[in-house]
């Protein structure tokens, strides 16, 4: 039987829990070729993580920081460009008008 994570724990990215989530994650994000949630472009997944602004990065929909007892649950993790997710910080996530339907 697994144990479940204390809420109030201190959270961080270099916890092994979350490694092993966020690289299965990734290999997820990976096989579907998803794109940046923010701004909707194609992610380059050949990119070392943490080097190049444009590497996949695991992106909290609801940041840690003021939901931290959603720091492990997968349903939270959205996938990111570098770039994107730290210009973001720990702000909510502007809704776009999405794809237009036709070119203006």
């Known amino acids: 039987m697994s144990k ?3 809420p109030n724990r201190d959270w961080t990215s ?10 299965r994650f990734r290999a997820a994000c990976e096989k579907a ?3 940046c949630h923010l701004c909707g472009d194609k992610i380059n997944y050949e990119l070392q993580d943490g080097k190049d602004p444009n590497a996949f990065e695991c992106d909290h929909f609801h940041p840690v920081s003021t ?8 349903a939270n993790y959205r996938a990111a460009h570098l770039d994107c997710n730290r210009s973001r910080g720990n702000r909510d ?12």
């Open 67 to 74: 939901h931290p007892h959603l720091a492990y649950d997968p």
């Open 14 to 23: 270099q916890d092994y829990a979350y490694r092993k989530a966020r690289k």
């Open 33 to 35: 070729d998803a794109p």
């Open 93 to 104: 996530v502007r809704p776009t008008l999405g794809v237009p339907s036709e070119e203006w």
């Open 4 to 6: 479940r994570r204390d």
